[in-house]
């Protein structure tokens, strides 16, 4: 295993660092102030805009996008350190359209989408035209287990009818949202893993109702974490993401890369934890000497850097097998990261926000948007608990190959 990088991913790392510091930083305070400005916690700053013309003219767009021709076509591990560069900034990712959930909706239109599909909605996506949201997790049930999910699509002739309730619908407040990809169960009496179906849900379909926004940790994220109400919500048949009781299958696909994303995005939000935290350590006096001069902040320091490289190991490690043995050859590795970085950046921005006092809890500084971003990721995408269930049957399998 060889992780350094390539010469065009080391080049697009480059080209990408260079973005964020002359023109993404600077935007942060602007731009959150525009958005407090407007009353509106969804508003769109026409400085995005500026900025994602930037990202396009610079060959800064649809990074994480595996297919050559709407992007560099790179592999997970080539991405990787592209994405640890973008989640060093809240706006990073939707900068340079690679914001969740669009990011996963664009890789699964484009492995199980139809021509039709990927016309419709595929190509606005990559082009940055329209933005979209995935509804899988449920109010009612315990949605870690994906096979619990509740809401009813029934087919009818030629045509699919949703009823159910999804909630953090990530994506579903943004001004641009124009469609939603549900998973709901269209054979209940099935077999457990081919009950579930993902359908395409366009905005404005009857039925479809936005109840509410959901705060994280007080925050409202542009993009919006909604609850959505199905009543009665009539599509076409032709609008299944591949067959009737994929659902399942295609969750699974989109949640391996989805995860390695999330992992090496909270590291860069840590890494440029880390450097706020040494700035902070060496210009801040305390009874007489620099924070930096104190035992435990210096302690503080070292272990952050040993965590966090342990962690970037780990995650690429888990990049590298699921490019060379797919995600079920990966699945433990992947398990392993994410349990391991959220962990981890949630340390570093810890120590961090104590070494900035007051100011580490305010908004004058990324530290508290960034922790709060980084604690949900010990619960999105799978808790904690069900990443540790998935590596202990892991082990044991290793001394009883029909373990369950």
Not at 13 to 35: K, M, Q, S
Not at 220 to 241: I, Q, S
Not at 280 to 301: H, K, M, P, S, Y
Request: proline share 7%.
């Amino acid at each position: 295993m060889d992780f350094t990088p390539d010469a065009q991913s080391a080049e697009l790392a480059e080209r990408l660092a260079d973005f964020l510091a002359v023109h993404v930083y600077p935007a942060e305070r602007p731009y959150a102030g525009a958005i407090a400005a407007s009353g509106d916690p969804h508003h769109l700053p026409p400085l995005l805009g500026e900025l994602k013309e930037k990202a396009k003219e610079l060959g800064l767009w649809n990074l994480f996008y595996p297919e050559p021709d709407n992007g560099p076509g790179l592999t997970n591990l080539q991405y990787a350190p592209l994405a640890e560069l973008l989640g060093r900034s809240p706006i990073a990712s939707e900068v340079c359209n690679c914001s969740p959930p669009d990011s996963g909706n664009m890789e699964i239109l484009a492995r199980f989408g139809t021509a039709d599909q990927k016309e419709r909605w595929l190509g606005p996506l990559l082009d940055g035209e329209i933005r979209s949201g995935f509804a899988m997790t449920e109010p009612a049930v315990a949605s870690s287990d994906a096979t619990n999910v509740s809401t009813r699509i029934r087919r009818e002739g030629e045509s699919y009818v949703i009823d159910g309730t999804k909630w953090w619908t990530t994506g579903a407040m943004h001004p641009n949202c124009r469609f939603l990809i549900v998973m709901g169960k269209t054979d209940p009496e099935g077999p457990t893993h081919r009950q579930q179906s993902q359908v395409i849900v366009p905005f404005g379909t009857p039925g479809l109702e936005l109840r509410r926004s959901l705060s994280v940790f007080g925050y409202e994220d542009p993009e919006g974490h909604a609850e959505v109400v199905f009543d009665g919500v009539t599509v076409p048949a032709t609008n299944v993401l591949g067959g009737e009781g994929d659902g399942f299958a295609i969750a699974q696909t989109r949640l391996g890369p989805g995860r390695m994303h999330h992992c090496m995005r909270v590291i860069g939000a840590a890494e440029r934890a880390l450097e706020l935290l040494c700035e902070r350590a060496l210009e801040r006096v305390t009874f007489g000497q620099a924070l930096a001069r104190r035992a435990n902040v210096g302690d503080w320091i070292a272990e952050s850097r040993v965590e966090l490289e342990m962690a970037r190991l780990l995650t690429l490690r888990a990049a590298w097998l699921m490019d060379t043995a797919g995600s079920r050859g990966s699945r433990r590795e992947v398990a392993a990261i994410k349990l391991a970085a959220p962990a981890a950046a949630l340390r570093v921005l810890d120590r961090a926000i104590q070494v900035h006092g007051g100011a580490g809890v305010s908004g004058d500084t990324p530290l508290a948007a960034l922790w709060a971003s980084a604690r949900t990721l010990r619960i999105l995408d799978g808790p904690d608990e069900v990443h540790k269930m998935t590596l202990a049957r892991e082990e044991l399998r290793r001394f009883d190959p029909e373990f369950r």
